[in-house]
Protein backbone atom coordinates (compact mmCIF):
# COMPACT_ATOMS: atom_id res chain seq x y z
CA UNK A 1 0.00 0.00 0.00
CA UNK A 2 1.24 3.27 -0.61
CA UNK A 3 1.17 5.85 2.36
CA UNK A 4 1.72 9.23 1.58
CA UNK A 5 5.02 11.26 2.36
CA UNK A 6 3.40 13.03 5.82
CA UNK A 7 1.98 9.11 6.88
CA UNK A 8 5.94 8.37 6.34
CA UNK A 9 6.88 11.19 8.08
CA UNK A 10 4.76 11.25 11.13
CA UNK A 11 5.31 7.31 11.53
CA UNK A 12 9.24 7.60 10.69
CA UNK A 13 9.47 10.56 13.06
CA UNK A 14 6.68 10.29 15.38
CA UNK A 15 6.68 13.66 17.57
CA UNK A 16 5.44 13.47 21.03
CA UNK A 17 5.65 10.13 22.06
CA UNK A 18 5.82 9.19 25.22
CA UNK A 19 3.87 8.52 28.41
CA UNK A 20 2.41 11.08 31.01
CA UNK A 21 1.56 10.31 34.91
CA UNK A 22 -2.04 8.95 34.46
CA UNK A 23 -2.74 10.14 38.09
CA UNK A 24 -1.65 13.54 37.81
CA UNK A 25 -4.67 15.32 38.16
CA UNK A 26 -4.06 17.76 35.18
CA UNK A 27 -3.13 14.45 32.84
CA UNK A 28 -6.47 13.01 30.76
CA UNK A 29 -5.63 9.67 29.52
CA UNK A 30 -7.83 8.36 26.51
CA UNK A 31 -7.16 4.46 25.44
CA UNK A 32 -9.35 3.46 22.47
CA UNK A 33 -9.13 0.46 20.05
CA UNK A 34 -8.63 -3.02 21.42
CA UNK A 35 -5.66 -5.12 20.10
CA UNK A 36 -8.03 -7.77 18.26
CA UNK A 37 -9.06 -4.87 15.88
CA UNK A 38 -5.33 -3.93 14.89
CA UNK A 39 -4.76 -0.82 16.64
CA UNK A 40 -4.95 0.33 20.22
CA UNK A 41 -4.44 4.23 20.67
CA UNK A 42 -3.68 5.92 24.06
CA UNK A 43 -3.52 9.91 23.81
CA UNK A 44 -2.70 12.16 26.85
CA UNK A 45 -2.88 15.73 27.45
CA UNK A 46 -1.68 17.54 30.31
CA UNK A 47 -3.77 20.79 31.10
CA UNK A 48 -2.92 23.91 32.58
CA UNK A 49 -5.65 26.56 32.97
CA UNK A 50 -7.77 24.96 30.68
CA UNK A 51 -5.21 24.90 27.85
CA UNK A 52 -3.48 21.81 26.96
CA UNK A 53 0.37 22.63 27.31
CA UNK A 54 1.49 18.53 26.20
CA UNK A 55 0.50 16.13 24.74
CA UNK A 56 1.76 12.43 24.32
CA UNK A 57 0.66 9.15 22.61
CA UNK A 58 1.99 5.46 22.15
CA UNK A 59 -0.13 3.39 19.12
CA UNK A 60 -0.32 -0.09 18.16
CA UNK A 61 -1.60 0.08 14.62
CA UNK A 62 -0.55 0.11 11.22
CA UNK A 63 1.70 3.85 9.78
CA UNK A 64 -1.52 5.35 9.25
CA UNK A 65 -2.75 5.04 12.61
CA UNK A 66 0.91 5.82 14.45
CA UNK A 67 0.64 8.62 11.75
CA UNK A 68 -2.76 10.04 12.93
CA UNK A 69 -1.95 9.90 16.81
CA UNK A 70 0.73 11.71 15.82
CA UNK A 71 -0.60 14.28 14.53
CA UNK A 72 -3.49 14.66 17.06
CA UNK A 73 -0.96 15.40 19.43
CA UNK A 74 0.67 18.34 17.46
CA UNK A 75 -2.96 19.71 16.53
CA UNK A 76 -3.66 19.44 20.57
CA UNK A 77 -0.78 21.26 21.95
CA UNK A 78 -1.65 24.90 22.54
CA UNK A 79 -5.23 24.75 22.14
CA UNK A 80 -8.16 24.87 24.91
CA UNK A 81 -10.18 22.16 25.93
CA UNK A 82 -12.55 23.86 23.76
CA UNK A 83 -10.59 24.02 20.62
CA UNK A 84 -9.47 20.48 20.85
CA UNK A 85 -12.49 18.93 21.74
CA UNK A 86 -13.91 20.36 18.00
CA UNK A 87 -10.61 18.68 16.43
CA UNK A 88 -12.27 16.39 13.62
CA UNK A 89 -11.47 13.61 12.26
CA UNK A 90 -11.76 14.74 8.31
CA UNK A 91 -8.88 17.49 8.99
CA UNK A 92 -6.37 14.24 10.26
CA UNK A 93 -7.80 12.51 6.54
CA UNK A 94 -6.97 15.35 5.05
CA UNK A 95 -3.64 16.62 6.57
CA UNK A 96 -2.15 13.11 5.83
CA UNK A 97 -4.26 12.26 2.69
CA UNK A 98 -5.39 8.73 4.54
CA UNK A 99 -7.09 6.42 1.95
CA UNK A 100 -10.90 5.13 2.19
CA UNK A 101 -9.16 2.07 4.04
CA UNK A 102 -7.41 4.06 6.71
CA UNK A 103 -10.19 6.35 7.47
CA UNK A 104 -10.68 4.19 10.69
CA UNK A 105 -7.59 5.36 11.93
CA UNK A 106 -8.50 9.04 12.28
CA UNK A 107 -11.82 8.33 13.78
CA UNK A 108 -10.20 6.43 16.25
CA UNK A 109 -7.72 9.25 17.09
CA UNK A 110 -10.83 11.80 17.39
CA UNK A 111 -12.37 9.16 20.00
CA UNK A 112 -8.75 9.21 21.66
CA UNK A 113 -8.64 13.37 21.87
CA UNK A 114 -12.15 13.06 23.06
CA UNK A 115 -11.90 10.39 25.63
CA UNK A 116 -8.82 12.39 26.57
CA UNK A 117 -10.73 15.23 27.51
CA UNK A 118 -13.17 13.40 29.42
CA UNK A 119 -11.01 12.06 31.61
CA UNK A 120 -9.26 15.30 32.34
CA UNK A 121 -12.64 16.73 33.43
CA UNK A 122 -13.57 13.20 35.25
CA UNK A 123 -10.52 14.13 37.72
CA UNK A 124 -11.22 17.88 37.75
CA UNK A 125 -14.99 16.88 38.36
CA UNK A 126 -13.72 15.08 41.65
CA UNK B 1 18.95 -14.22 -9.27
CA UNK B 2 19.76 -10.94 -10.43
CA UNK B 3 20.34 -8.85 -7.44
CA UNK B 4 19.32 -5.02 -8.05
CA UNK B 5 20.54 -1.56 -6.10
CA UNK B 6 17.80 -0.08 -4.62
CA UNK B 7 15.88 -2.73 -4.16
CA UNK B 8 15.27 -4.84 -0.48
CA UNK B 9 16.53 -8.29 0.34
CA UNK B 10 13.67 -10.54 -1.11
CA UNK B 11 12.51 -12.81 1.30
CA UNK B 12 9.08 -13.67 -0.16
CA UNK B 13 9.62 -16.48 -1.69
CA UNK B 14 6.15 -18.61 -0.63
CA UNK B 15 4.96 -15.23 -2.69
CA UNK B 16 7.04 -16.39 -6.15
CA UNK B 17 10.78 -17.53 -7.14
CA UNK B 18 13.16 -15.75 -9.57
CA UNK B 19 13.67 -17.83 -12.65
CA UNK B 20 16.68 -19.78 -11.98
CA UNK B 21 19.22 -18.64 -15.07
CA UNK B 22 19.84 -22.09 -15.73
CA UNK B 23 16.03 -22.59 -16.64
CA UNK B 24 16.03 -19.32 -18.66
CA UNK B 25 18.91 -20.63 -20.63
CA UNK B 26 16.77 -24.15 -21.33
CA UNK B 27 13.74 -21.74 -22.32
CA UNK B 28 15.46 -19.70 -24.64
CA UNK B 29 15.87 -21.54 -27.99
CA UNK B 30 11.90 -22.48 -27.38
CA UNK B 31 10.72 -19.21 -28.42
CA UNK B 32 11.73 -18.17 -31.85
CA UNK B 33 13.57 -21.48 -33.02
CA UNK B 34 12.21 -24.41 -31.97
CA UNK B 35 8.47 -22.34 -31.57
CA UNK B 36 6.04 -25.69 -33.48
CA UNK B 37 2.96 -26.32 -31.84
CA UNK B 38 2.98 -29.88 -29.87
CA UNK B 39 -0.06 -31.02 -31.13
CA UNK B 40 1.11 -30.69 -34.89
CA UNK B 41 1.76 -34.39 -35.74
CA UNK B 42 2.56 -34.03 -39.22
CA UNK B 43 5.75 -31.98 -39.23
CA UNK B 44 9.45 -32.00 -37.90
CA UNK B 45 8.01 -28.88 -36.16
CA UNK B 46 5.26 -30.13 -33.95
CA UNK B 47 7.61 -33.37 -33.61
CA UNK B 48 10.38 -31.88 -31.87
CA UNK B 49 8.09 -29.40 -29.65
CA UNK B 50 6.32 -32.62 -28.49
CA UNK B 51 9.45 -34.04 -27.88
CA UNK B 52 10.77 -31.06 -25.50
CA UNK B 53 7.18 -31.15 -23.57
CA UNK B 54 7.17 -34.80 -23.06
CA UNK B 55 10.70 -34.22 -21.48
CA UNK B 56 9.59 -32.20 -19.20
CA UNK B 57 6.78 -33.79 -18.63
CA UNK B 58 9.26 -37.06 -17.31
CA UNK B 59 11.17 -34.14 -14.93
CA UNK B 60 8.08 -33.58 -13.38
CA UNK B 61 6.53 -36.57 -12.68
CA UNK B 62 9.73 -37.78 -11.35
CA UNK B 63 9.70 -35.35 -8.58
CA UNK B 64 6.44 -36.75 -7.55
CA UNK B 65 7.15 -40.57 -8.21
CA UNK B 66 4.17 -40.39 -10.86
CA UNK B 67 3.93 -41.49 -14.31
CA UNK B 68 4.31 -39.01 -17.06
CA UNK B 69 1.27 -39.85 -18.43
CA UNK B 70 -0.11 -38.62 -15.32
CA UNK B 71 0.61 -34.85 -15.48
CA UNK B 72 -1.81 -32.75 -16.65
CA UNK B 73 -0.31 -28.79 -18.14
CA UNK B 74 -2.30 -25.65 -16.61
CA UNK B 75 -1.80 -22.05 -16.41
CA UNK B 76 -0.99 -22.86 -12.82
CA UNK B 77 -1.70 -24.52 -9.25
CA UNK B 78 -4.86 -22.06 -9.27
CA UNK B 79 -6.79 -23.10 -12.20
CA UNK B 80 -5.13 -26.92 -11.21
CA UNK B 81 -7.18 -26.15 -7.99
CA UNK B 82 -10.23 -25.48 -9.83
CA UNK B 83 -9.94 -28.36 -12.32
CA UNK B 84 -9.32 -30.53 -9.50
CA UNK B 85 -12.51 -29.62 -7.37
CA UNK B 86 -15.19 -28.78 -10.04
CA UNK B 87 -13.76 -31.16 -12.44
CA UNK B 88 -14.42 -34.15 -10.25
CA UNK B 89 -17.74 -33.03 -8.52
CA UNK B 90 -19.41 -32.81 -11.73
CA UNK B 91 -17.96 -35.74 -12.89
CA UNK B 92 -18.74 -37.71 -10.15
CA UNK B 93 -21.76 -36.15 -9.68
CA UNK B 94 -24.33 -39.31 -9.61
CA UNK B 95 -21.73 -40.76 -6.69
CA UNK B 96 -22.51 -37.88 -4.27
CA UNK B 97 -22.08 -34.39 -3.79
CA UNK B 98 -20.02 -34.01 -0.81
CA UNK B 99 -16.69 -32.35 -0.70
CA UNK B 100 -14.23 -31.44 2.18
CA UNK B 101 -11.84 -29.74 2.85
CA UNK B 102 -9.60 -27.73 5.86
CA UNK B 103 -10.04 -23.77 7.34
CA UNK B 104 -6.27 -23.10 6.19
CA UNK B 105 -6.15 -23.99 2.55
CA UNK B 106 -5.26 -21.59 0.33
CA UNK B 107 -8.14 -19.01 -1.48
CA UNK B 108 -8.14 -20.64 -4.55
CA UNK B 109 -9.60 -23.99 -2.79
CA UNK B 110 -11.38 -22.47 -0.71
CA UNK B 111 -13.82 -20.37 -3.18
CA UNK B 112 -13.81 -23.19 -4.91
CA UNK B 113 -15.36 -24.82 -2.31
CA UNK B 114 -17.82 -22.25 -1.72
CA UNK B 115 -18.59 -21.66 -5.05
CA UNK B 116 -19.49 -25.39 -5.65
CA UNK B 117 -21.78 -24.81 -2.11
CA UNK B 118 -23.64 -21.94 -3.86
CA UNK B 119 -24.38 -24.32 -6.32
CA UNK B 120 -25.87 -27.51 -4.22
CA UNK B 121 -22.86 -29.02 -3.49
CA UNK B 122 -22.86 -29.90 -0.03
CA UNK B 123 -19.37 -28.32 1.58
CA UNK B 124 -17.29 -29.57 5.07
CA UNK B 125 -14.81 -27.35 6.03
CA UNK B 126 -12.51 -29.05 8.97
CA UNK B 127 -10.81 -27.40 11.63
CA UNK B 128 -6.76 -27.21 12.66
CA UNK B 129 -4.74 -27.33 16.05
CA UNK B 130 -2.67 -25.08 16.78
CA UNK B 131 0.50 -26.13 15.09
CA UNK B 132 -2.17 -26.17 11.40
CA UNK B 133 -2.65 -30.11 11.44
CA UNK B 134 -5.81 -31.42 10.58
CA UNK B 135 -6.96 -33.90 13.06
CA UNK B 136 -7.59 -37.22 11.02
CA UNK B 137 -10.52 -38.79 13.27
CA UNK B 138 -12.34 -35.43 12.39
CA UNK B 139 -11.61 -36.14 8.60
CA UNK B 140 -12.78 -40.08 9.28
CA UNK B 141 -15.74 -38.72 11.00
CA UNK B 142 -16.62 -35.59 8.17
CA UNK B 143 -16.76 -38.60 4.92
CA UNK B 144 -20.09 -39.84 4.29
CA UNK B 145 -21.22 -42.01 1.48
CA UNK B 146 -22.12 -38.64 -0.52
CA UNK B 147 -18.33 -37.32 -0.26
CA UNK B 148 -16.64 -37.08 -3.58
CA UNK B 149 -13.47 -35.82 -3.18
CA UNK B 150 -11.22 -34.73 -0.02
CA UNK B 151 -8.30 -31.38 -0.99
CA UNK B 152 -6.25 -31.12 1.86
CA UNK B 153 -3.18 -29.25 1.11
CA UNK B 154 0.34 -30.12 1.11
CA UNK B 155 2.35 -27.48 2.81
CA UNK B 156 0.79 -24.19 4.30
CA UNK B 157 1.40 -21.13 2.30
CA UNK B 158 1.85 -19.10 5.67
CA UNK B 159 3.18 -21.01 7.88
CA UNK B 160 4.79 -24.30 6.05
CA UNK B 161 3.20 -26.37 7.68
CA UNK B 162 2.84 -30.06 6.42
CA UNK B 163 -0.07 -31.87 6.60
CA UNK B 164 0.42 -36.44 7.05
CA UNK B 165 -0.30 -36.83 3.51
CA UNK B 166 0.19 -40.28 3.69
CA UNK B 167 -2.48 -41.43 6.62
CA UNK B 168 -5.24 -38.83 5.23
CA UNK B 169 -4.10 -40.68 2.02
CA UNK B 170 -5.26 -44.00 3.52
CA UNK B 171 -8.13 -43.14 5.10
CA UNK B 172 -9.85 -41.77 1.62
CA UNK B 173 -8.17 -44.84 0.17
CA UNK B 174 -10.59 -47.00 2.94
CA UNK B 175 -13.14 -44.81 2.31
CA UNK B 176 -13.20 -44.95 -1.37
CA UNK B 177 -13.05 -41.09 -1.76
CA UNK B 178 -10.96 -38.99 -3.98
CA UNK B 179 -7.85 -37.59 -2.13
CA UNK B 180 -6.64 -34.22 -4.00
CA UNK B 181 -3.74 -31.97 -2.74
CA UNK B 182 -2.48 -28.53 -3.31
CA UNK B 183 0.96 -29.01 -3.21
CA UNK B 184 1.82 -25.59 -4.40
CA UNK B 185 4.04 -24.95 -1.60
CA UNK B 186 5.06 -28.75 -1.08
CA UNK B 187 6.14 -29.29 -4.43
CA UNK B 188 10.08 -29.39 -5.10
CA UNK B 189 10.43 -28.48 -1.70
CA UNK B 190 9.79 -31.95 0.24
CA UNK B 191 9.94 -35.62 -1.13
CA UNK B 192 6.14 -35.99 -2.31
CA UNK B 193 5.38 -39.99 -3.70
CA UNK B 194 1.78 -40.14 -5.30
CA UNK B 195 1.74 -44.01 -4.87
CA UNK B 196 2.98 -44.02 -1.47
CA UNK B 197 1.02 -41.36 -0.23
CA UNK B 198 -2.08 -42.21 -1.93
CA UNK B 199 -2.97 -38.84 -3.75
CA UNK B 200 -5.24 -39.07 -6.61
CA UNK B 201 -4.72 -35.52 -7.76
CA UNK B 202 -2.42 -33.19 -7.27
CA UNK B 203 -1.79 -29.07 -7.91
CA UNK B 204 1.73 -27.99 -8.54
CA UNK B 205 3.25 -24.65 -9.95
CA UNK B 206 6.46 -24.13 -11.61
CA UNK B 207 7.11 -20.21 -10.38
CA UNK B 208 7.23 -21.78 -6.64
CA UNK B 209 10.12 -23.80 -7.84
CA UNK B 210 12.10 -21.62 -9.52
CA UNK B 211 10.41 -21.93 -13.32
CA UNK B 212 8.26 -19.25 -14.98
CA UNK B 213 4.95 -18.05 -13.76
CA UNK B 214 1.85 -19.03 -15.83
CA UNK B 215 2.49 -22.84 -16.20
CA UNK B 216 1.61 -25.61 -13.72
CA UNK B 217 -0.04 -28.80 -13.52
CA UNK B 218 -2.39 -31.24 -12.27
CA UNK B 219 -1.38 -34.77 -11.77
CA UNK B 220 -4.24 -36.89 -12.37
CA UNK B 221 -4.17 -40.61 -11.57
CA UNK B 222 -4.80 -43.26 -14.08
CA UNK B 223 -4.97 -46.20 -12.34
CA UNK B 224 -5.92 -47.98 -9.43
CA UNK B 225 -8.34 -45.78 -9.46
CA UNK B 226 -8.63 -43.85 -12.81
CA UNK B 227 -9.39 -40.36 -11.95
CA UNK B 228 -11.75 -38.23 -14.32
CA UNK B 229 -12.46 -35.12 -14.65
CA UNK B 230 -15.22 -32.73 -16.29
CA UNK B 231 -13.07 -30.39 -18.25
CA UNK B 232 -13.43 -26.56 -17.34
CA UNK B 233 -11.96 -25.53 -21.35
CA UNK B 234 -12.46 -26.94 -24.22
CA UNK B 235 -11.30 -27.02 -27.55
CA UNK B 236 -8.91 -29.20 -29.18
CA UNK B 237 -8.67 -32.39 -26.52
CA UNK B 238 -5.26 -31.71 -25.56
CA UNK B 239 -4.07 -32.96 -22.58
CA UNK B 240 -6.18 -36.40 -22.64
CA UNK B 241 -9.34 -34.11 -22.95
CA UNK B 242 -8.80 -32.49 -19.41
CA UNK B 243 -7.03 -28.88 -20.90
CA UNK B 244 -7.32 -27.46 -23.85
CA UNK B 245 -5.24 -25.17 -25.33
CA UNK B 246 -1.55 -25.54 -27.53
CA UNK B 247 0.96 -26.23 -24.87
CA UNK B 248 3.26 -23.55 -24.04
CA UNK B 249 6.42 -25.22 -25.07
CA UNK B 250 8.73 -22.58 -23.57
CA UNK B 251 7.11 -22.16 -20.43
CA UNK B 252 6.69 -26.44 -19.76
CA UNK B 253 10.56 -26.70 -21.05
CA UNK B 254 11.30 -23.98 -18.36
CA UNK B 255 9.02 -26.03 -15.61
CA UNK B 256 10.14 -29.44 -16.50
CA UNK B 257 14.30 -28.14 -16.27
CA UNK B 258 13.13 -26.72 -12.95
CA UNK B 259 11.85 -29.73 -11.50
CA UNK B 260 14.94 -31.64 -13.02
CA UNK B 261 16.99 -29.41 -10.93
CA UNK B 262 15.14 -28.92 -7.95
CA UNK B 263 14.31 -32.99 -7.60
CA UNK B 264 18.73 -32.74 -8.06
CA UNK B 265 19.50 -30.42 -5.34
CA UNK B 266 16.56 -30.44 -2.83
CA UNK B 267 18.73 -32.39 -0.21
CA UNK B 268 21.40 -29.93 -0.13
CA UNK B 269 19.19 -26.98 -0.57
CA UNK B 270 17.08 -27.47 2.12
CA UNK B 271 20.22 -28.61 4.70
CA UNK B 272 21.33 -24.77 4.09
CA UNK B 273 17.31 -23.64 4.36
CA UNK B 274 16.94 -24.78 7.47
CA UNK B 275 20.55 -23.54 8.99
CA UNK B 276 19.70 -20.40 7.73
CA UNK B 277 15.84 -20.45 8.97
CA UNK B 278 17.24 -21.82 12.33
CA UNK B 279 19.89 -19.37 12.69
CA UNK B 280 17.70 -16.36 12.18
CA UNK B 281 15.17 -18.06 14.21
CA UNK B 282 17.87 -18.28 17.14
CA UNK B 283 19.21 -14.62 16.61
CA UNK B 284 15.86 -12.77 16.48
CA UNK B 285 15.12 -14.82 20.12
CA UNK B 286 18.30 -13.80 21.36
CA UNK B 287 17.77 -10.39 21.20
CA UNK B 288 14.14 -9.78 21.47
CA UNK B 289 11.40 -11.06 24.19
CA UNK B 290 7.82 -11.86 23.15
CA UNK B 291 8.52 -13.39 19.50
CA UNK B 292 6.02 -16.28 18.54
CA UNK B 293 6.66 -18.75 15.70
CA UNK B 294 3.70 -19.99 13.75
CA UNK B 295 3.90 -23.03 12.52
CA UNK B 296 6.95 -25.36 13.42
CA UNK B 297 10.97 -25.26 13.10
CA UNK B 298 11.17 -28.93 13.17
CA UNK B 299 7.84 -29.53 10.85
CA UNK B 300 7.34 -27.05 8.38
CA UNK B 301 9.24 -26.50 5.13
CA UNK B 302 12.60 -25.55 5.14
CA UNK B 303 12.12 -21.67 4.47
CA UNK B 304 9.43 -20.99 6.03
CA UNK B 305 9.66 -19.02 8.53
CA UNK B 306 6.31 -17.29 10.25
CA UNK B 307 6.99 -15.25 13.46
CA UNK B 308 4.72 -12.72 15.50
CA UNK B 309 6.34 -10.22 17.54
CA UNK B 310 3.68 -9.42 20.15
CA UNK B 311 2.76 -5.64 21.26
CA UNK B 312 3.36 -4.68 17.50
CA UNK B 313 1.27 -4.79 14.24
CA UNK B 314 2.15 -6.63 11.44
CA UNK B 315 1.85 -4.08 9.29
CA UNK B 316 3.51 -1.44 10.37
CA UNK B 317 6.34 -3.92 11.36
CA UNK B 318 6.18 -4.32 7.51
CA UNK B 319 6.76 -0.57 6.79
CA UNK B 320 9.37 -0.43 9.01
CA UNK B 321 11.29 -3.22 7.42
CA UNK B 322 11.35 -1.79 4.29
CA UNK B 323 14.46 -2.83 3.01
CA UNK B 324 13.27 -6.66 3.35
CA UNK B 325 10.47 -7.74 0.72
CA UNK B 326 8.34 -10.18 3.26
CA UNK B 327 5.07 -10.83 3.77
CA UNK B 328 1.97 -10.55 6.61
CA UNK B 329 0.42 -13.82 5.96
CA UNK B 330 -0.02 -14.66 2.62
CA UNK B 331 0.42 -12.78 -0.10
CA UNK B 332 -3.11 -12.50 -1.05
CA UNK B 333 -4.21 -11.30 1.86
CA UNK B 334 -1.64 -8.76 2.54
CA UNK B 335 -3.07 -6.07 0.55
CA UNK B 336 -6.34 -6.56 2.81
CA UNK B 337 -7.32 -5.50 6.21
CA UNK B 338 -7.93 -9.02 7.54
CA UNK B 339 -5.59 -10.75 9.84
CA UNK B 340 -4.84 -13.93 8.97
CA UNK B 341 -7.44 -16.31 8.67
CA UNK B 342 -4.84 -19.23 8.82
CA UNK B 343 -3.23 -18.21 11.98
CA UNK B 344 -7.05 -17.68 13.85
CA UNK B 345 -8.32 -20.92 12.51
CA UNK B 346 -4.92 -22.51 14.31
CA UNK B 347 -5.79 -20.95 17.56
CA UNK B 348 -4.03 -17.67 17.71
CA UNK B 349 -5.56 -14.67 19.19
CA UNK B 350 -6.35 -11.49 17.28
CA UNK B 351 -3.77 -9.73 18.87
CA UNK B 352 -1.19 -12.11 17.67
CA UNK B 353 -2.81 -12.86 14.38
CA UNK B 354 -2.83 -9.54 13.58
CA UNK B 355 1.58 -8.87 14.38
CA UNK B 356 2.76 -12.15 12.00
CA UNK B 357 5.39 -11.67 9.08
CA UNK B 358 6.31 -14.45 6.75
CA UNK B 359 10.14 -14.57 5.88
CA UNK B 360 10.71 -16.81 3.02
CA UNK B 361 14.08 -17.99 2.45
CA UNK B 362 14.90 -18.88 -0.56
CA UNK B 363 17.34 -20.67 -3.00
CA UNK B 364 19.20 -17.17 -3.64
CA UNK B 365 19.41 -16.02 0.04
CA UNK B 366 22.76 -15.38 1.62
CA UNK B 367 24.11 -15.59 5.05
CA UNK B 368 24.42 -11.88 4.57
CA UNK B 369 21.04 -10.90 4.12
CA UNK B 370 20.41 -13.11 7.15
CA UNK B 371 22.20 -10.59 9.24
CA UNK B 372 20.93 -7.91 7.24
CA UNK B 373 17.25 -9.02 8.16
CA UNK B 374 18.23 -9.61 11.67
CA UNK B 375 19.64 -6.33 12.75
CA UNK B 376 17.03 -4.76 10.61
CA UNK B 377 13.86 -6.55 12.63
CA UNK B 378 15.55 -5.93 16.14
CA UNK B 379 15.99 -2.84 15.65
CA UNK B 380 12.45 -1.74 14.44
CA UNK B 381 10.62 -4.19 16.60
CA UNK B 382 12.49 -1.76 19.28
CA UNK B 383 11.09 1.35 18.00
CA UNK B 384 7.44 0.28 17.64
CA UNK B 385 7.17 -1.47 20.79
CA UNK B 386 9.10 1.90 22.44
CA UNK B 387 5.83 2.99 20.55
CA UNK B 388 3.23 0.76 21.21
CA UNK B 389 0.74 1.30 24.20
CA UNK B 390 0.53 -2.66 24.71
CA UNK B 391 4.35 -2.92 25.25
CA UNK B 392 4.35 -0.55 28.20
CA UNK B 393 1.28 -2.24 30.01
CA UNK B 394 3.03 -5.42 29.96
CA UNK B 395 5.94 -4.51 31.13
CA UNK B 396 4.10 -2.84 33.92
CA UNK B 397 2.77 -6.15 34.76
CA UNK B 398 -0.76 -5.61 33.50
CA UNK B 399 -2.76 -8.24 31.66
CA UNK B 400 -4.32 -7.32 28.56
CA UNK B 401 -6.54 -9.94 28.08
CA UNK B 402 -8.01 -8.59 31.56
CA UNK B 403 -8.58 -5.09 29.71
CA UNK B 404 -12.34 -4.11 29.33
CA UNK B 405 -11.37 -3.13 25.35
CA UNK B 406 -13.38 -0.85 23.47
CA UNK B 407 -14.06 -2.46 20.18
CA UNK B 408 -17.52 -1.78 18.97
CA UNK B 409 -16.84 0.49 16.66
CA UNK B 410 -15.83 -3.09 14.39
CA UNK B 411 -12.29 -1.86 13.27
CA UNK B 412 -11.10 -4.51 10.92
Redesign the interface.
Same mark, same amino acid.
Not at chain 1, 31 to 42: E, K
Not at chain 1, 58 to 63: E, I, M, P, S
Given at each position: ?A?SDKVIDH?EN?RN?G?LDKDNENVGTG?? +????? +?????LQIQVQDNKIVDAKF??? +?? +?S??ASSSLATEMLKGKSLDEAKDIKNTQIVEELALPP?KI?CS??AE?AIKSAIEDYKEKQGK | MIKRENMPIYMDYQATTPVDPRVVDKMMPYFSEIFGNAASRTHAYGWESEKAVETARKHIAELISADAKDIIFTSGATESNNLALKGAMDFYKDKGDHLITVATEHKCVIDTARYLKQQGKQLTVLPVDDAGRVNLEDLKNAITDKTVILSVMGVNNETGTMQDLKAIGKICKEHGVLFHTDAAQAFGKVELDVEDMGIDLMSISAHKIYGPKGIGALYVRRRKPRVRLTPLIHGGGQERGMRSGTLSTSLIVGFGEASRIAKEEMEPEANRLIELKKYMYNKLNEQLEEVYLNGSLEDGIPGNLNLSFAFIEGESLMMAIKGLAVSSGSACTSASLESSYVLKAMGKGDDLAHTSIRFGIGRFTTKEEIEIAVETVVREVNRLRDLSPLWEMFKEGIDLSKIQWNDEHGGH
Open positions: MYYPVTLV +GAPAC +GDVMRKTF +GC +GAIVHVLE | -
